[in-house]
């Protein structure tokens, strides 16, 4: 797992360094870890835009995998952000450590890169913008668009 940005090629896969060169398009799926609800949410780095997509049930962590597959099967990212829980002073706790454990999960069974970010306050505002509707997925899909800005180069 890493927190770099992402690689550089040219605008249409060629290689990297010469003029104009732009990144490759990314689509990214965005993951609001939970013991109970795993809430995913989509990315375009194209158009550094973000959609929540769904939750998916958990137990102790463990998510319904089918259900899981079946998103990152339709979607097909490139890579997976997972949001990381911090107290708000930066202190990790133990759903930090079972976050990463998740994260590690996610690469090995998807062959994908996989990301952590701080997530401090995604839950907070999910509650504030869902209303009725779906918290999880609406936390995932801040979390994606954290991502989006802080990771992804800014156009030129």
Same mark, same amino acid.
Request: hydrophobic share 40%; net charge neutral; with cysteine.
């Given at each position: 797992m890493?927190?770099?940005?992402?690689?550089?090629?040219?605008?249409?896969?060629?290689?990297p360094?010469?003029?104009?060169?732009?990144p490759?398009p990314?689509?990214?799926?965005?993951?609001?870890?939970?013991?109970?609800?795993?809430?995913?949410? $989509?990315?375009?780095?194209?158009? =550094?835009?973000? #959609?929540?997509?769904?939750?998916v049930? /958990?137990? *102790? +962590?463990?998510?319904?995998?089918?259900?899981?597959?079946?998103?990152?099967?339709?979607?097909?990212?490139?890579?997976?952000?997972?949001?990381?829980?911090?107290?708000?002073?930066?202190?990790?706790?133990?759903?930090?450590?079972?976050?990463?454990?998740?994260?590690?999960?996610?690469?090995?069974?998807?062959?994908?890169? $996989?990301?952590?970010?701080?997530? =401090?306050?995604? #839950?907070?505002?999910a509650?504030?913008? /869902?209303? *009725? +509707?779906?918290?999880?997925?609406?936390?995932?899909?801040?979390?994606?668009?954290?991502?989006?800005?802080?990771?992804?180069?800014?156009?030129?």
């Amino acid at each position: 797992m890493s927190c770099a940005g992402p690689s550089v090629t040219g605008r249409h896969g060629g290689q990297p360094g010469g003029a104009g060169d732009l990144p490759a398009p990314e689509t990214v799926l965005a993951v609001d870890f939970g013991l109970k609800h795993i809430g995913l949410a $989509v990315g375009q780095t194209i158009t =550094r835009t973000a #959609s929540p997509l769904t939750t998916v049930s /958990a137990k *102790d +962590g463990r998510p319904n995998w089918g259900a899981f597959d079946a998103v990152v099967g339709q979607w097909r990212p490139d890579r997976l952000v997972v949001g990381l829980p911090s107290h708000m002073d930066g202190a990790e706790s133990e759903m930090s450590r079972r976050a990463r454990q998740f994260a590690r999960i996610l690469e090995k069974r998807y062959a994908r890169p $996989v990301q952590l970010i701080d997530e =401090r306050l995604t #839950s907070v505002e999910a509650k504030r913008l /869902a209303a *009725d +509707g779906d918290n999880h997925a609406i936390a995932a899909g801040l979390i994606a668009e954290t991502w989006l800005n802080s990771h992804w180069l800014a156009p030129g």
